[in-house]
């Protein structure tokens, strides 16, 4: 497994290399182009981490750590070709990062899903709603950004999608269950999970109103908050549940 992971990255950091050789150098003054390299490196690093840490954690929490993992890995692929376009062309690599999140997001919903079914049975409902909230979140997001609606008409579909999301993790299903659940841990990775989709992700509305809607095309801001926003959501993110999952090991080992 283990090996399986190391192979799997190995491959993905040589394409990387392979990419680079002939493609646009980054300039000493491309601000927006160091912070894509940031977080390209930083889902490397993040990726290797969780596939070589997923063994340590009691078997309950294994898949967690795994979609923490795929989460970063996926990541930092598109993050290759993201920066690829922004150095090669100063434009806004919109579609590669939208396939990102159509991806990414979902995954870290199940994440919701698998923490709360660690510690306790969870009906399947929870994460299709939670699903529903994040499509309708980014086709809202993508139709404005790549100018198929008004931005601002985007922005509101967006924000629907978001609030459904927050109702569900606070007061919904997923956030009675977790009340209910009485497990310390789990209690713990739930709330930072909530502060995460609350505080950690109220910055890409910050990102698209900066892009959007403040008269104009902003790239610059809108790419440096959408970047710093996934290094802080994916990242730590995933870092929580692991810290999470290592407590909830050394409870019941002892
Ligand atoms: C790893 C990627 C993540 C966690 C991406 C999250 C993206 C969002 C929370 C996007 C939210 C948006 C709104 C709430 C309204 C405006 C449009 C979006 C798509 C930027």
Known sequence: MKKLSLIALATALMSGVANAADAALLETNDFVGISFWLVSMGCLAATAFFFLERGSVAPAWRVSITVAGLVTGIAFIHYMYMREVWIGTGESPTVYR??????????????????????????????????IGSLVMLI????????????????VIGMAGWIYILFEVFSGEAGTLAAKAGNKSLQTAFSAMRIIVTIGWAVYPLG?????????????????????????????????????AMQNTRVSRS
Request: aromatic share 20%; glycine share 10%; hydrophobic share 55%.
């Open 98 to 131: 939208y396939i990102d999140w159509l991806i990414t997001v979902p995954l870290l919903m199940l994440e919701f899903y698998f923490v709360l079914a660690a510690v306790k049975k969870v009906p399947s409902s929870v994460f299709w709603k939670l699903l």
């Open 208 to 244: 698209y109103i900066f892009g959007y809607l403040t008269g104009g095309v902003d790239v610059n801001s809108l790419n440096v908050i959408y970047n710093a926003a996934d290094f802080l959501n994916k990242i730590a993110f995933g870092l929580i549940i692991w810290a999470a």
């Open 140 to 155: 809202g997001g993508y139709l404005g950004e790549a100018g198929y609606i008004q931005p601002f008409v985007g922005f």
